[in-house]
Structure formats: structure tokens, C-alpha cells
């Protein structure tokens, strides 16, 4: 079996009476661009900052190739970290910011040039080299932070939030640069950040963290399509939740009542579930459509429109039903605007496929 690049076996971390993080096992493997996604306080930081030896955890043990670092401070552990603030040098030039920690380490001069010109080419700061950081736009001085924390060569490259300070547009211009770098270096990278789109751009895997406790570890897609907890489907996307009530369970086709729709559901759902068992249905907004009234649908309920929300390439619409349950449903703006056919106040038929949708027991 293949030993993880990093692990993490039984961690805790308390700070007096709270506890930041409990019972946490986390593998990650070599060339991994893994996130730790999660709310404001769920303790992502926390983990990071552990990882890199800035915090000592109350329990538990941290293992880089298979050695004990839980002790080891920041310098004898094979990684560095790029910091949400960059934490860049005001009174040095970029090339002194990207070169400090190649100095620290004593590296022959003529190396240290040579490595700051390389990554200096490499993130496209070169005709930065002698401006200084108030000089610099934000997507500029994170460039530099970037540089500075690749320069040394470590095996794993630790980012707190590292695209928090950049506008929308070049965030995700960035999202895209960050994947292609990390696959041209064949490092291992390991991200902080609350936002779920970016984790979903970048990540080969997700930790998803929810108050101190990790809900899921999964790729992306599966994360998406497959959460394992209620809190997993609510905070990745958009979603419908409706408590449902187990009527029958035949091969893989299960039959449910929701109160809340007053309907009966049908969904494809592989694992035993025993009738009177309350469970959650998930039903993603893009997969509800609407239908016409003689069509058959697994599943189907009529409200009119009460919202609607314009994103420019989708809009979401909120269909409220005759007991006031609200359902959520997205449609592609591939219309002029003059000519889309929904409005508010609009009565419509809704549906969707029993195996478009999920049953969630956790």
C-alpha cells in the first residue's frame, strides 16, 4: 500500500475551552491538489497552520512520508506556505522578496539569482524584479507571494485563502494558472479556502470541514453529486432538502411520502432502507425542468414562480407550492432576455427523474 505524503491520525486541537478540531484522519497523497473547504470557524486554518508547524495540536500526530513532524517546527518540515496576507517585505524589491528565503538558507548567490529569474519567468513577474510591493497591483504581489513560497523546491506548498484579495475576473483567470502550475511542477498542493466554486475548480480532492470535524472527503464531482451528510448537500450548490418518509424499498427503486411536497416520491437508491425510515431527499435545482401537464415524470409537483434570480448564463427561479413549500430550479439563458418564456406569477408543472436525485441518511 502506498504511504500517503501526508497524514493526519486522531487529531485534536482546543484552545482553552473550544475545540477547533476533533477526531481528525486525513490522508493525502503525492501531486494531490487538495482543498480544505469550509465555513468561517470550521477550523481549516487551524488544520493548515498544524500541517505547517505554526500550531502544536492538543492530540494526535501529523506524519510527512511517513516520518513524525508533529514536533518539528516550521524550517525542518519539507514544505513551505504562501500566507492569505502574502505577507510580502514593504521596504524589499521582488527580487529580494521572492529571494529571502533562499538567503536564510545560505544558498550561493549565483544559485540564488539563477532560481529567482527561473521562477520569476515562470509566473511572468521577470520586468517586476527591482518594484517594490506598493508598486504592484494584487494580482501582481500575489505572484510574488506565489514565487517566494516555490523558489525553495518543497515537496508541498501550503496556501491560506490564497486568492481571497483578487476581484472575481481574476480569481478565476488565477484558479486556472494555479492547477496548470502545480501540474508543471508536480508538487503537492494543499489549499485553504471557503470558497466552494474554487475548491470544485482546482481540487483533485476535497476535505469538506464542518465545526471542527471533517463531513466528507471526496473528488469534486462526487462531492457534488454524491454528499454524504445533509450539511455536505447544503453547502456545496444549490439544493432542494425534503424530509421524506420510506414507504417501500424494491431492488433499487424506493418509494417515499413527503409532507412537505404532499407528493410521493421515486428515487433509484442502491443501499437497504426500511419502511418508516425518515430520510433526505436532495434534488438539485438543474435537474428539476419543467414538464407538461399529460407528460409522465418519476416525480412531480405544480406551484407558480414567486423569485427570479438573473446570473447572466442561468437564472433560478423559486416555485412555491400551495402549502408554501418553495422549490428551486435553474434554467440556461440561451434566449434573449425579451424572449424568456417564464415570468413571475407563472403557474408551471415541475419534475424530475428518480435517478437524477439522492436519498441521505447521515
Known amino acids: 500500500m502506498e504511504t500517503p505524503l501526508i497524514e493526519v491520525r486522531g487529531l485534536r486541537k482546543n484552545f482553552d475551552d473550544v475545540t477547533a478540531l476533533s477526531n481528525i484522519d486525513l490522508s493525502i497523497k503525492e501531486g494531490e491538489f487538495f482543498s480544505l473547504l ?42 513551505n506556505m504562501m500566507f492569505q496576507s502574502y505577507a510580502l517585505f514593504p521596504h524589499l524589491s521582488v527580487f529580494n522578496n521572492v529571494a529571502y528565503g533562499l538567503k536564510r538558507d545560505r544558498i550561493p548567490n549565483a544559485e540564488i539569482a539563477a532560481r529567482v529569474e527561473e521562477i520569476c519567468q515562470l509566473m511572468q513577474i521577470s520586468k517586476l524584479m527591482n518594484r517594490k510591493p ?35 475576473k481574476l480569481r478565476e483567470d488565477m484558479q486556472f494558472e494555479l492547477v496548470n502550475l502545480q501540474e508543471l511542477l ?23 470541514l464542518n465545526d471542527g470535524l471533517i463531513e466528507q472527503v471526496d473528488t469534486p464531482r462526487r462531492l457534488y453529486e ?32 413527503c409532507d412537505a411536497l404532499e407528493a410521493e416520491l421515486t428515487v433509484r437508491h442502491v443501499q437497504p432502507l426500511v419502511p418508516d425510515m425518515v430520510v433526505t431527499v436532495l434534488v438539485r435545482p438543474e435537474k428539476v425542468s419543467i414538464t407538461n401537464p399529460n407528460a409522465q415524470a418519476d416525480n412531480s409537483v405544480v406551484g407558480v414562480i414567486e423569485n427570479i434570480a438573473y446570473l447572466g448564463d442561468v437564472s433560478i427561479y423559486y416555485c412555491n407550492l400551495p402549502n408554501g413549500q418553495s422549490v428551486k430550479f435553474t434554467q440556461a439563458n ?5 424572449e424568456l418564456p417564464l415570468d413571475w406569477g407563472q403557474k408551471v408543472r415541475l419534475g424530475w427523474r428518480a435517478d437524477t436525485c439522492n436519498v441521505l441518511v447521515a
Open 38 to 79: 469550509g465555513s468561517s470557524g470550521c477550523g481549516k486554518s487551524t488544520l493548515l497552520r498544524i500541517l505547517a508547524g505554526f500550531e502544536q495540536p492538543t492530540e494526535g500526530r501529523v506524519f510527512i512520508q511517513g516520518k513524525d513532524v508533529t514536533d518539528l517546527p516550521p524550517y525542518e518540515r519539507p514544505l
Open 134 to 168: 506598493h508598486q504592484l497591483s494584487g494580482g501582481q504581489r500575489q505572484r510574488v507571494a506565489l514565487a517566494r513560497a516555490l523558489v525553495k523546491r518543497a515537496k508541498i506548498l501550503l496556501l491560506d485563502e490564497p486568492l481571497g484579495a483578487l476581484d472575481k
Open 186 to 208: 508536480k508538487m503537492t498542493f494543499v489549499v485553504v479556502t471557503h470558497d466552494q466554486e474554487e475548491a470544485m475548480t482546482m481540487s483533485s480532492r476535497v476535505a469538506l
Open 226 to 257: 454524491y454528499p454524504a451528510t445533509r450539511y455536505a448537500a447544503s453547502f456545496v450548490g444549490l439544493s432542494n432538502l425534503f424530509e421524506a418518509r420510506v414507504s417501500s424499498h424494491q431492488d433499487d427503486v424506493v418509494t417515499l411520502w
Open 334 to 338: 440561451v434566449q434573449p432576455a425579451a
